[in-house]
């Protein structure tokens, strides 16, 4: 469904919240051949919580509040490997709500440190144990008190692809009319599902690409989609034209490449626009779109950079 007026009058009361959205859109140029094509990348590292996620946060609060779902009586519960739970934290102080997180305990310090800085809880989970063990330890604290939290998982709520669809896809729309290719991966699925249907519902023939990295050793905030692993409710793989495997290394160095002509993104946002690259290289034209997903800073106790 689109932004109601309701939902567009709540937001209103609280201004900090009419900053997430409207990000600019920047063509790329690295120095590797593409023929005629050209890559442009959403800068939705801009948004305030410093990632995509941002977005679909705010949708799925909001919505929650105005079905009466979420009461200022209720802790906001979720899973998260960062970025949402930095959504979470900070959407939440803005509105006044209690937030609790479940993530695992390897999560990069600047991800901990900013959710903290909200003042949310966070609960840890074993990282050994993969980033599905945090998806179950949510579920166990919410199924042990109920009246106590409001849990309705980014990973199975509608609101989530539905917050691209209305508004990630239009601006891609309005910003690339000519856009042939959107490339990007599945976290919760939400990006690609939501973007992927209305691009597809404006123009049939643009290809929706899927980047899939390996399980080990991964890319931080990419969910592994192997049959072993739980496979987000929201994700509509339907929607996807390809998928393509990607190497970790070959993104690492990407994101180093991206850093050098000043482009300061993190991890899934260089193994985005490696995606985005080798797909140019083969096609030789056409208009491809990917996104920035989160900002470089929040990767600098990892050794990315080092």
Known sequence: MPLSQEYLDFIAKYPPLLAIGHTPMVQLKLPIDIGDAEINAKYEHLNPGGSVKDRPVLRMLVEAILSGELTESKTILDATSGNAGIAYAMIGAILGYKVTLVMPENASEE?????????????????????????????????????????????????????????????????APGITHFVAGVGTGGTITG??????????????????????????GLKPLGENHIIPAIFDADVVD?????DVDECYEMSQLMASVGLFAGQSSGAYVQGAYEVARRERKGCFVTIFNDIGERYLSTGMWD
Do not use: C
């Not at 390809?242 to 990607?246: C, K, S």
């Open 195 to 220: 973007i992927g249907h209305r691009l597809k519902e404006h123009n049939p023939d643009i290809r929706i690409v899927g980047i899939n990295p390996p399980e080990w050793p991964g890319v931080e």
């Open 111 to 175: 991800r901990k440190k900013r959710i903290k800085a909200h003042g949310a809880e966070i609960i840890y989970t074993d990282a050994m144990l993969g980033y599905d063990e945090a998806l179950h330890e949510v579920r166990r604290r919410y199924e042990a008190d109920p009246d106590k939290y409001y849990f309705h998982s980014q990973y199975d709520n509608e609101n989530n692809p539905q917050a691209h669809y209305d508004t990630t896809a239009e601006e891609i729309l309005n910003q």
């Open 242 to 246: 390809e998928m393509l495997d990607i």
